[in-house]
């Protein structure tokens, strides 16, 4: 454990850091990003198994079409790899869009490699949906893969959630956000707990109070006038108690979208309640990298995040 002081933008980010890593320099912020797909709708899987987390019908459902019917798709660890351990996939794209390739689809496979199952969340958006539409899917599919955990080989004790930027914030939400389950409910997925086991976090929006706040992804979630009680509940770092899971995060420190002062506030909210937890911040990046393939620099962080993940033991059999 090192001490760490850090002033950036006026904010003083000070005590005991599990790790900070300042990396750099990465390729340049401002190339162009890939050509992944962007939709409203996640379409990046082919013909992969997948399941409405309502197979009647989402609450609060406006339609039938595919934006009204949130679903999981299954990349199920293969079976001479597996070690138990399952992720809920929640790629970004500000609750306006989906990024299904990027940040969901080639982040499943990455996970299979480590022997981990990943269920790829397709969550309803903004401005067709608000709040609480998205925590509702998230909640839904954690409670889905939990109470499936036999069925798909996985171990209901070591299932997490990870999040791309606004998928970030979903993510940091069902982290801070969760319950126990109904024991008398007649559906028997909503008999179990909503919290994940652990969480990642990549370059995501969490402060909707703050100047560091992402406008859009906040008006896509809440609306044009939130009720400021609202907007200070669904502000991730200001929600995290001792019971906040382990979480990962990594972020670039010139992040023109989302600023880095997003994972700071979260960071430090963790170490006033106790949560353990690692936090990346590399020198340079444009926003939106996924898993930054090509990225001398920032195509550590799945690397690190798999020490991490091996440390909390989900990588072992």
Known sequence: MMETTRQHGGLAFAGPV????VLGPALASGEDPAPYEITNVDTAHGDREYHLLWPEGAPGALGTEPADQPKITLYLAPPEKATGAAVVVCPGGGYGVVAA???GKQVAEWLNSLGVSAFVLQYRLGSRYHHPAPLQDAHRALRMVRSGAKAWGVDPARIGILGFSAGGHLASSAATHFDDGDPGAEDPVERVSSRPDF????YPVISLTTVA????????LLGENPDPALVWKMSSELQVTPSTPPTFLFHTDDDPGVPVEN???FFQAMK????????HVFAHGRHGVGLA?????LSQWPKLCAQWMEGLGLLTR
């Open 199 to 202: 969480a990642v976090l990549c």
């Open 213 to 220: 706040a992402h406008t859009g992804s906040r008006r896509n």
């Open 263 to 265: 994972s700071l506030l």
């Open 101 to 103: 390739d990027h940040e």
């Open 272 to 279: 006033r309640a106790g949560v353990p937890g690692e936090l």
């Open 293 to 297: 393939p090509g990225d001398p620099v």
């Open 18 to 21: 599990l790790a900070l890593l």
